[in-house]
């Protein structure tokens, strides 16, 4: 059964600091993994998808790394502002299963 | 485009009722998954609906069941609420036939039952 751990739970920084976010996964079969931004009392949205034959996608200040065989992704912001405050997620896709995501790790950034 | 759309945001029950939920997926997407997020938590996958069926489920009762209509809206229903089925449930739309393309997720419903 696929598990997913994100680490931490929760980071506080000030705003400038460059950061990374990390994402365990249990089960190497993977075919992509997804990262999401959920603020508070919204849903969820997708900033990058890693197709497992992908090393990593960007997205403006956003890069996503993903090494399959070890299980790991990492997310880093670069020049985090407080608009990036957030909850940030992962989540796995194995094929015919349903995302498996993380419980997130929620993300204070201040002025 | 509009994407994917749900309704209602809000809504409180006491427990022992019933409630809809009710989805719309973005334009050209055929298949919708509903997910429970308590607070805290990642989103737990409850199931998915293409071509009108049920074709995965996770681990939840059958007091949760659902629908999809053919122009592939969805609803979901859940009976006998319980003070634990107090959470955001979202709705998630996707092109079946594109193995692992982006999932777009709505704003989702905020149930809270008392």
């Known amino acids: 059964k696929q598990e997913v751990t994100q680490i931490p739970a929760a980071l506080s920084v000030p705003e400038g600091e460059n950061l990374v976010l990390n994402c365990s996964f249990t089960d190497s079969a993977i075919y992509n993994l997804q990262w999401f931004r959920q603020d508070p009392g919204k849903g969820l949205t997708s900033l990058l998808l890693i197709q497992s034959s992908q090393r990593e996608q960007t997205s403006g200040r956003l890069n996503a790394s993903l090494d399959k065989s070890s299980g790991r992704s990492t997310l880093y912001i670069a020049a985090s502002q407080p608009g990036d405050s957030a909850t940030y997620l992962c989540a796995v896709y194995s094929g015919n299963t349903p995302l498996v995501f993380g419980k997130g790790t929620r993300l204070s950034v201040i002025a | 485009d509009a994407g994917v759309t749900q309704s209602p945001t809000h809504l409180i029950k006491t427990r022992g009722q019933q409630v809809t939920l009710r989805c719309s997926p973005k334009?050209?997407?055929?298949?919708v998954s509903w997910y429970q997020q308590a607070l805290g938590q990642g989103p737990q996958f409850i199931f998915q609906?293409?071509?009108?069926?049920?074709?995965q489920r996770g681990n939840f009762p059958d007091r949760f069941s659902g629908h999809q209509f053919p122009n592939y809206s969805s609803e979901l229903n859940v009976n006998a609420l319980l003070l634990g089925d107090s959470a955001l449930y979202l709705c998630?739309?996707?092109?079946?036939?594109?193995?692992?393309?982006?999932?777009?997720f709505g704003e989702g419903s905020w149930l809270t039952v008392v």
């Open positions: 609906y293409y071509e009108e069926e049920e074709r």
């Open positions: 334009s050209g997407h055929d298949t």
């Open positions: 998630a739309s996707s092109l079946a036939r594109i193995s692992g393309n982006t999932i777009y």
